[in-house]
């Protein structure tokens, strides 16, 4: 995983090799070792390039391989470990990489001039609307519906910029933030402030997929943690048509993957997640949608310290995409790899103290629209 | 439901113009970085060599693409190259018929993984494969950095 940066010079084919060559070499392997590649980029239009998958697969060690690219908007940060997985799992890689690299500072002047496009271009587009204020009704609904007061959504944030501390990759992390900062930054769309959004940025993560044999015969045995389950899905197209309460897309996802994960009741067995938190309140949501807070009650859990690094379910001991940062898809390494380092005790300053040994990951893509969502144990 | 009209003329229905108002920047990475400054600087065409495999790549790379390395070696570019594909544009994007032929070549060098694809410097029936070349540099003080201070290749 790179370091999370506003990274004018290095190319996205560049970045992608630093997170690829990171993963192999941890792994022990090359790149002659590896099957298949999953490259997980988001749109076209943040770097400027067309048949952006094309452009960066050679910096993705995918030149000659059994190559595809896979975008699910923000759900990509997690998608392309899914997409990882089937060739895995189906059998026909024994060992994939998945690279995901995103390079929004290429966009001039704010990749919100693109973002600009993903509405219907007749009934939306006219009244220019901007991912904020759109985030922004949303989190109204929720909070009016819940009844859940401001403070408890910006406690995320606090939360989530104070954990990133222990980040190496960091570029948003705050060891000494306070709720004030939070609930005092600049109001950009009400509800919505400042430190309630992360930023956009430039990244590249990467991760090795391998098979059970490979596992035993390489004797990576001790540095594994193991996919157990996956799901994903996408709700309608017109956002418009959706709860804005409840996010049911993220609900249908994790049920798919606890299914196949053999988990009946998730709040008890699953010791920690980390789910999508562009915005703080999307934390919350996320957090229902998974069935690890009851309806209406992730932000109660986090305002009595359920979720912080060490209570009873930490969530974001990353840091997340608030603390951290939020280049699209390069946030695999925040969520996908979160799970990995703390499953294998690599966490370092960011290790949960309580032992843990079965971890949810899950993002969020399109427009309020797509979850994808990946359990692993040790 | 089957459509089947044809229907070429939106003014007969409601409709809407649009734009995609992107602007870009765009930087060459950290290899291409030093490739155009040679170019500008020095009139030099810089390639990379791969220290594990010893493969030589231009335009140059900051990875050798085969075995996945970090490179770091710059090595010039031989004096001439060679046209491995050429081809001679007639018309523009609109049809309309072009004043003069431009001809296009995919010009590899010895040694090189690559290529480099610029404007061949002479007249349509000579833009043939295996036409030995050299880089045409724009003069030092127009020289910017990119890919258009070559004009092109000529015999």
Known sequence: ?378 | MTFTDRTKDPRALRHWYGDIEADYVYTSGVAGERFFRELRDHGRLLGTRCGECGKRWIPPKLFCEDCFREVSEFVDLPATGRVAAACAVRVDIERNPLPQAVVWGLVRFKGFEGGLVHRLLIAPERGRAGLVVRPVLRDAASRTGAITDLEGFAP
């Open chain 1, 1 to 378: 995983m790179t370091i999370f940066r506003r990274r004018l010079q290095e190319t996205g084919k560049e970045l992608s090799f630093e997170a690829a060559r990171m993963a192999l070499d941890q792994a022990g392997m090359e790149i002659g070792d590896i099957n298949a590649v999953v490259h997980g980029t988001a749109p076209d239009a943040f770097d400027g390039v067309h048949m952006k998958g094309e452009y960066l697969l050679d910096g993705s060690g995918g030149a000659r391989k059994p190559y595809m690219r896979v975008y699910t908007g923000g759900g990509t940060g997690v998608f392309s470990a899914i997409a990882g997985y089937w060739h895995v799992a189906s059998g026909l890689a024994d060992v994939a990489l998945v690279v995901n690299e995103e390079k929004m500072s290429s966009c001039q002047p704010h990749p919100q001039s693109v973002f600009a496009h993903i509405w219907d271009p007749i009934l939306d587009r006219p009244l220019k609307p901007n991912l904020v204020w759109i985030f922004a009704m949303e989190m109204n609904r929720y909070m009016t519906v819940n009844k859940i007061p401001y403070e408890d959504i910006a406690r995320v944030a606090v939360k989530n910029k104070r954990n990133a501390a222990g980040h190496p990759c960091a570029q948003l992390a705050d060891p000494d933030i306070t709720l004030d900062d939070v609930m005092n930054s600049e109001l950009m769309a009400w509800p919505v402030r400042r430190l309630d959004i992360s930023p956009p940025s430039d990244g590249a993560a990467a991760v090795v997929l391998a098979s059970e044999d490979i596992v035993r015969k390489r004797k990576l045995r001790d540095q594994a943690a193991w996919i157990k389950g996956v799901g994903w899905c996408i709700d309608s197209t017109m956002w418009t048509d959706r709860d804005l309460v409840f996010p049911e897309y993220v609900a249908r996802a994790a049920k798919m993957a606890y299914r196949q994960a053999k988990i009946g009741n998730p709040r008890r067995e699953i010791d920690f997640a980390e789910p999508y938190d562009p915005f703080d309140y999307k934390e919350l949501h996320h957090l229902e949608g998974l069935g690890l807070a009851e309806r209406g009650k992730a932000g109660l859990m986090t305002r009595e310290g359920v979720t912080e690094r060490d209570g009873d379910l930490p969530v974001c001991p990353s840091g997340g995409l608030l603390g951290v940062g939020n280049p699209i898809a390069a946030t695999l390494g925040i969520k996908i790899g979160e799970l990995y380092w703390q499953l294998t005790g690599q966490a370092g300053k960011r290790q949960i103290p309580n032992e843990v040994r079965t971890g949810v990951c899950q993002a969020w893509g399109d427009l309020m629209q797509y979850g994808s969502v990946v359990v692993m144990g040790t």
